[in-house]
């Protein structure tokens, strides 16, 4: 299972890594891809080494001392242990709605960040599962991963709107395919700057939905009990939607469950995949665990 989705990640990186050079020089030739690669380099640069802090803040998380969340350390201690990883900071985020995220660009420089309201409606083992599921994003290196997608997806949306603004100030620069197929040029420019931010979502909810299922199956593996989590989840579907969490959308890929309210339309453009799908999928680990490198 978590062979294909790893395919199927590398597959849509290498799909969203294409649309941008295409980008590039759909809207400014071959000065423009040159420019949309060195744009996405200096942002991935900046997102590699300030993602942790900026996701940090942005959910408004504190990192917490054993002192201040004495529990929840003895459980991150365990979960460490059993993931066989360093120990992450351990941040809180002061939330009645509950859930949890995980940052950081390697196993090393982690942090997993749960909210107060997921404490006060998990059991000490549901918690667990959720923790295992965190520490599975950072053992599979989501954590860069989402960084980095998110990146360049932001760097697709932020060179279409450029030349959007372009357009209204003189066209594309595109000096060097200059042929005089000007009507041509605007309405494939126009087209471009619509559908490529598009894509661009739609290529990173596909990736961010399948390291979900990955980091399902990883943390269940991690703790040794898929029921746990499957518990945990429908917990917290419950949870986030009588409570959802005021965070930005930019972040609300990160959260082990959506935490924006709203189902129909919203749902088909959600980072993450049906709650349903995820705990039936951990209930078919629970009950054929050998057949899924369980050993339980």
Known sequence: MNTANNLKTVMLLAALTAL?????????????????????????????????????????????????????HSLMDQVAQYARLPKPKVCLIDNPSPNAFATGRNPSHAAVAVTTGIMQILSRGELAGVLAHEMAHVKNRDTLVSTLVASVAGAISMIANMAQWAMLFGGFGRSDDDDGGGIGE????????IVAPIAAMIIQMAISRAREYSADATGARILGNPMALANALEKLERGTQMVPMDVSPAAS???????LSGGGLRGLFSTHPPIAERVERLRRMAMNPTAYGMGI
């Open 253 to 259: 890929h990160l959260f082990i469950v959506n935490p």
């Open 20 to 72: 941008l050079v295409f980008v590039g020089r759909v809207l400014g030739g071959s000065g423009g891809m040159v420019f949309a690669l060195f744009f996405a380099f200096i942002v991935n640069f900046g997102a590699y080494w300030f993602s942790d802090k900026i996701a940090l803040r942005m959910a408004g998380a504190k990192e917490v001392s054993d002192a201040e969340a004495p529990e929840l």
């Open 186 to 193: 605007i309405a494939g420019g126009l087209v471009m700057i």
